[in-house]
Every structure is written in C-alpha cells, then in structure tokens.
C-alpha cells in the first residue's frame, strides 16, 4: 500500500496540515493500534455501468521487481473517508481522472491487512492496516504521478489471470478478484 | 409503480419488441408470479460522491391528487436488470440525464410491493411485485416525459419532511429514506 | 436450478396452493417475463462467523452425470423473499437445518440467468431467472431430500477448485466463488 | 462510545495484552489519526430472520442523565474486526448471548465520528473515530455487564421513536434507524 506519510514533502508545503504524523510518529502508532486505510478498484463503465476495464498502477520496487497495485492510502485525522478516496485517486491517477465516488459509505468488503502473514488474505508487514476496499468508476484521463510508472487498463479477465495476479503483493490480487466478484465480473 | 407495459404504444412501434407482453396477458401473469422490477433513486452527488439532492417526479393522479415518485419500472424478458435500469431513466428522466448505473449489481435493498396491504412497508393493489432498488446519481439534465409534469430535485432533508412523504404513495416514502440512511443522509 | 414447481406433487397435496402455477402455465410464462429466484450458499461459521465449509448438494442428472449444485429455487406469489428462502433450505437441507436467514434483504449479488449462454456469467435453459442470492449459515442437522443424494460440506479452497468448479452447471460455480469473496474466503 | 481502555482493569489481568495503549497514549493518538471501532445493533429475528426486536444498553452518565447506546467499542492491534465483534458484545451483553457474527465483512454503513459536531450524522468529543457496523441476532441470554444497567429490548417501530431517539447520544440514534432501514423494518 502506498502512504502519502512516507512521499517527501512538495516544496510549497513546508508546514505539515493538521492531522498529520511526522515518519517517527507514524512508525510508533502503527504498533499500537490498526491504521484505517481506503483502497480503490479504479474502473472504466460503458453507459450502463458494466465493467469493461480495470486500472492498475505499475510500479518498479527498489529491489528492481515490478508490481502491480490498486489504488490505496491511509485516512487521516478528521478527514471524511470520501474525501480520503479523492486524495488518493488523485495522488495516483491524476488530477483530471473524474472519478465517481460512490454515494454510499457501505464499502464492497474490508481489507484487514496483518504484519503476520496468513491471518487473512491480506498482508502489510509495516502495521495492522483496516482498509475500507471500494470500486471506483473513473471517467477523465488518467495520468499516474508519484511512483507509478504506468497506469495499465485490463479487462476483468485479464486482470484475473495468474501472471498479473502473481504481480500484485500484499493480497492485493485476492481483492482485486473480490472487485470483479462485486461487480459480476469474476471469470 | 409505473409499468411501461401500460402506456400507449409509440406510433413508430407498431410490433411489440420480444419480450413483452399484451395487457391482457400481463393481467393474467401479474395475478400468477412475483413480476421484477427495478426502482431508481435519482441523486445528485458533489465531486466526493456525497448526495446534494433527491429528484423527485411530481405526478398528477387520474382523481387530480398530486403524487410524488421514484423511478420504477418492470424489468422485460430477456433484458438484464442494469439495462431495465437504463431504459427507465431514460423514459422517466430524457435521453440526456446522463445517469451513472452503479457497476455492481448488488441493490440496496429489496422492496417487496403485496397487492394485500400490511405485509411489508410496500404496496401495489395491482400485482405481486418485487424491485430491486438502486441510488443513481444523475449528472446531466433531466426533462422529465411520458405523465410527470415535473422533476423536483430536493434537499435529503425535505425529501424526508412530512409533506413530501405523504405525497409518496405506496411505500415509496419509505423507499425514499431507506435510500438516504443508505448514502449516509438521513436526517 | 432446482424448480418445486417440476417436481411431483406430494400425495397429501392434492390441491395447489394459491400462487402455485401448471406445468404447462408455467412454461407459457417463463417465455414472457424474468422469473423470480432465489440462491441460497450453505456455510458453517465457527463463532467469529468465520466460514469454515460449505454445504453442495450433489446430483445425478438423467444422462448419468454428477452435478453439484447450491439451494435454489422460485419465489411464489405472494410470497416474501425470506420465506422461499426459508422453503427452499428445508426442501434441500430437511426441517432441522437451522438456518440463519439474513436479516436485511439485500443480496450480496443477483444472479441472471439467461436462456442464451453469454449474456452474463450465469445460464438456465429453460427461461430467464433473476435471483437474489444470499449466504446462509445453518447450523443444524442437513439431510439432503428431494432428488440430491448427499449434501456435501467442502472448505472454502476445496470448493473454488476446479474439480468441483467443473462439477457445477449453469454458473453456480461463478455464484458460489462470488460468495466467497463477499465472505472474505476467495483462495 | 464505549471504550474498554477506559474501564479500570480487571484484577487478575495486570499485564496490558499486546496492542493495549495506556490512556495517556492512547489520548496521545486520538488527535493524530481516526480510530477504528466497530458498532453492533443487536436484534432478535423470527425463524425466517426478520427483526423483532432491537437491544439497546441503559446507562446512566455521570451527570445523572439517562442515555440508550448501541454495542460499540474500540478494534485492538492485531485484532481481526469480527473478534472485536464478538469482545465487545460479550463485554456488553454478557458469555452466553450467543450473537451470529456476519459471515460477511461488508458493514451495513461506515459511521464517521468526528470530534467537530455536524460533519457527519456522529459525533465523539474525544476522538475521530471510524466505526464499522453490524446488524448482529443474538439468540441467547443477554446479561448487561460493566456499566449498563439494563438491556431494554424494542420492537424496531419504538426505537425510532422520538423519545427513544432523544436518549440517544452521539448519533446512535441515527445510526439505529439506517439498521432499520438497512433491514427493511424502518416505520
């Protein structure tokens, strides 16, 4: 999972807003209790809201090995979790990806991701993460920024199969076909 | 509950399209099976998702009594439930209300409409139905056809009051608010 | 999908009960309108309500074939849909199931079958069934009646495999997988 | 809410479990992130699942008013969010309540409490807090513990009444009403 917390901090920005941790906090509280987190299915819909396509970032780990990921980020402290998802959308696809934000805060399922792998699907080896998990429609032009080298479009079959699955850690391919089991699109 | 089954036919459609049925017919099947259907919940979202305004379609009863709904409508033979949900809006709301059909097909919650009264919050004295009800944000502009006289976009809030409630017959009221609990809003 | 309506009536039955079709009523409908169904997954939950199996009733068809199958079956006039989920458990399970019928009416999916293959993940031949599907644990005694000759319980892992998936007609398989991604259990 | 590191510690327990924060910590991390809880509507259901009652906790605060509350605590680190479930209703509705724990994660809503009253339908002086909830049957004996003193069972009609309504602190009150509207028992 990507965490804003951990970017370098843009230039303009030299005061920290409200409600976030410097590394060192951040590094004691993840022992202490879950971090909430939302992750992002980003998708393209035709017109009666089918899915046709499935966003996923690529990124290349500092050990050279290339990883595919959806869309995910920590909430923080007094921000709605919907505007937690626009900020992440955003970081990652761009700032004129028109996503649409479901209107409903019922997410599709929680991710819970453990430092110990095994307990779930799911696994963060940097804290106890609860991630509210949500499948996002995005209708503008997507132009991935901070780490992510490309942003690919699958359909949900293709995104589904062994080789991409294999690219995607921490569980995120098990919640990625949890997405496409929502949205009737399982193969 | 409107039935598009009902309406009179267009005069560049003479044969009927596979799939429906006579008003003779669907008399007789509507007193034999459960018929599906599909309700619409209109809304208008902010750039989080979060819901700003309910439309409502005002009607006027054949005994002149003003009446408020939602979009409903039966699902055909052969047609699947999102493009049911597309051809009512449409009908309902014009070509151009550019609704955004939630890419799951899972509903917020089931309205079952008995022709006996008291059964559950819903009622339909003409048929057994049962709908699967869906929250649509709507994003382009809506002419309201066929016999609404009017699309009023309330607040959650009013669409909730008293008086806009006792307009809403048959359970739709309720359908209404259990709707707004859904996207977070209700009063 | 199992159809009551299909099967011999029980000798103290003579009559039908109100909202019961003929066979041949029957097949006139299902050429005019989608017919209402439900899908009930039998699982076993330990008491965090983890799912720790899943209950498949195992088939033999007339050409000699094994099949496994989910309970399922049609939803009667007048009747709710918690009821024929209910009917439908004790006709494949036996009277002392136990099953613990959701509270809320929303599915975690519905399921359309199309008499054309294709359409959706989903098939019947015989017409066009939309059902609501739910997951259901019981924690009863199952004895499997009615044509199945053995319920049998399987993991999670065991049922997505693709023995089983392949002993599965009609895209129960991609229903039953669905389910276990809505629980949390997809391998 | 109720938070169970507040509650003295029981005396056989003089070690914190892993996870645990003293409360000097844990008011330390209240104001650097949301804090992730879990909120549980107990209700009875008939045999077919549909809600009869709903259990609301009686307290009294320390100014002498009387308050009705939901079950409601805080998710531990390293804790999955059923066990929580199952801690906290056992914390509040004593061992042999006997609640059915979801199979599913999906929560019925995502309660946002802010400490700034009117983001969100909730509220919570102390802390952001973002609470998973669940609609939960408990079949067995409910025994208040802790600072409860009675477990008052309603029929879903009284909850929503206005008296009741206003014994309800920090919108659990909304919160009881999008359950019954989540359940199809909203008046």
New interface residues.
């Given amino acids: 999972m990507t965490d804003t917390a951990e970017f370098p901090r843009e230039p303009d920005k030299p005061e920290q807003p409200s ?1 976030w ?1 410097t590394d060192g ?1 951040l590094a004691v ?1 993840r ?6 987190y939302v992750d992002a299915v980003p ?1 393209r ?1 035709d ?5 046709v396509a499935v966003g996923l970032l690529l990124r290349v780990t500092p050990t050279g090995t290339m990883t595919r990921a959806l869309v995910s980020g ?10 937690a ?2 900020r992440h959308i955003e970081k990652d696809l761009g700032p004129v990806a028109l996503p ?11 991710a ?1 991701y ?3 792998p095994g ?3 799911y696994h963060d080896a940097r804290q ?1 993460a ?1 991630s ?1 998990a949500y ?1 996002v ?1 995005v209708a503008g032009d997507c132009r991935p920024r901070q780490d992510a080298i490309e942003l690919a479009w699958l359909t949900p079959e293709q995104a589904c199969e062994d080789d991409v699955q294999l690219e995607m850690e921490n569980g995120h391919g ?1 919640l990625l ?2 997405a496409m ?4 699109r ?1 193969p």
């Fill in positions: 409600g941790l906090e509280v022992q202490q209790i879950p971090i909430l998708v819909v017109d009666s809201g089918d899915v920590r909430v923080n402290y007094h921000e709605r979790v919907r505007d998802l626009v649409q934000i479901p209107p409903a805060p019922q997410p599709f399922t929680v819970e453990f430092p110990t307990i779930t699907s106890h609860v509210l499948v429609p098990v076909r949890q089991a929502y949205v009737g399982l």
